[in-house]
C-alpha cells in the first residue's frame, strides 16, 4: 500500500490549520505536489528507528541531544562552506559536552528541511506597501515586492532539492573521514583569539593526546572515525510533508521522509489542530515547543495524541519559556509528566522565549538571557529528578553578529554590516562553543 491509500493520513485536510500558505489554486500546486511524491525519500525509515533508539537512551539519562542550526535555512547558503561551518560547529560542541560529562552526544541539526517559518503576522507593511510576510524560502521570497512574496508551491520543489544537496554533503563529512575524531583540532582552525576557543584548544589537545596514547598501544577506534548526525525541522508546511511522506516497506507504517526528526512549533501544536493529528500517524520521533502558555493537561493531553503507547525516544518537549519565566513555568510540567510515568526527552530552547527587538530595529536576544534560561532548565530538572536531556539553539558557523553579549562582546552597533538571519538571531560560532562550555558544567552536576 503506497501512502496515498493508507488510512488516515489525510484527515489532517478537515482540521483547523494554521500557518499555510493559501496556495491550493495556484496553477503550479499539482505538479509541484505530484513531484515530490514521486520523488525518492530524503532520509530512510531504518535511520529513523535508529535515531529512535537514541532519543530513547536520552530519555534514560543516558545521553545527551544537541539540535543546532538556522532559523531559517537559505537556499543561497546551501554551499560547501557555510554546511562545513555549521556541522563543524556542531561537531565542537559536540566534543565539549561528551568530554565534559561523558556521555554519549546525539547530534541533530535543524538543517537539510529548515525552510518554512510561521510568522506572527499574515502582512508585512513597510512604508504605505502591504505585502504577504515571509515565510521562509521553501513559500515565499525574502525580498519586499509583490512578485517574491506571493507563496510559490514550485519552492517546495526547490527546497527539496536543496534538502537532498545538503544532506548528501553532511553525509560525505560525517562518514569520510571529516568527522574523524582525530582531527578534532583541526575544527577549531581560524578561530583561536577567543577564550571559547582557547578552552576549546585545551580539551582538543586533551583528546588528541588520549587517542594517540590509544592508538601507540595498538587500540584502532574505528568507530572514531565517523559520526551519526541527524537532520531535523519544523513540519510546519504539510503540504510538503504529507507529498513526502512514504510507507516503509520493512513494517509496512509511514514516515514522514523530509528528516529523520520533525517537530511542531509553539504556534500549531493546538491538540485538535492539522498539525498534531497528522504528526501523530506517522512513525518518526517527533519534537513539540512548549511555550510559557502551556499548562499540565495540555502536556499530558500532547503526549496521549503523539505517544499514546508510551514509545522510548517517541517524543521530546522541546521547552521555550524564555528566562523570566522557565524557573516558574516548568516546574508544573515537568512534574505532572513525571508523576504520570511518561518518559519524555526534555530539552531546553533557550532562544524563542528571549527575542526582544533592539533600538535599532533588529530582532536579537542577549546571550545573557540564553544562558540563563539554560541554567534555569537544569535547576527545575534538579529540583523534580528528572533528565535535562538536551538542548535546542539556532546558531550558525559564521562569525555573524545577531545576538547581543558573549565574550568577545558583540552590541547593536555590529547588526548592520554582520546581521544575515532572514527571522530570527543566531549564536555565532564563539557564542555556540560558550553555550555548550555552560550546557557541559551543568550537566557534570547531574551526570
Ligand atoms: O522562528 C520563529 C518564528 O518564525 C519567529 O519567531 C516569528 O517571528 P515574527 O514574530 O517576526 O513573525
Ligand atoms: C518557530 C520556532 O520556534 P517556536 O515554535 O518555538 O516559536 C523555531 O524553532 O523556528
Redesign the pocket.
Known sequence: MGAAEYPGLDAWRDLPLKQQPDWRNHPDFASATAELSANPPLVFAGEVDKLKRRLAQVAKGEAFLLQGGD?AETFADVTADKISAKVKTLLQMAVVLTYGASLPVVKMGRMAGQYA??RSSDMETRGDVTLPSFRGEIVNGFEFTPEVRIPDPKRMVQAYHKSAATLNLIRAFTEGGFADLRAVQQWNKGFMENPAHARYEQIAGEIDRAVRFMSACGVEFESLKRTEFYAAH?ALLLDYERALTRIDSRTGKPYVTSGHFVWI???TRDLDGAHVDYLSRVRNPLGV?L?PSTTPSTALELIDKLDPHREPGRLTF?V?MGTANVREKLPPLVEAVRDSGAKVVWVT?PM?GNTITAKNGYKTRRFDDVMDEVRGFFEVHQAAGTYPGGVHV?MTGDDVAECLGGSDVIDESAFDAHYASLV?PRLNHKQSLELAFLVAEELTRVT
Request: proline residues 7%; hydrophobic residues 5%; contains cysteine.
Open positions: 532559523c517559518k510561521p519544523e512549533g509553539e504556534r515547543k511555550g522541546i521555550r530552547d524563542h539556532e530570527d
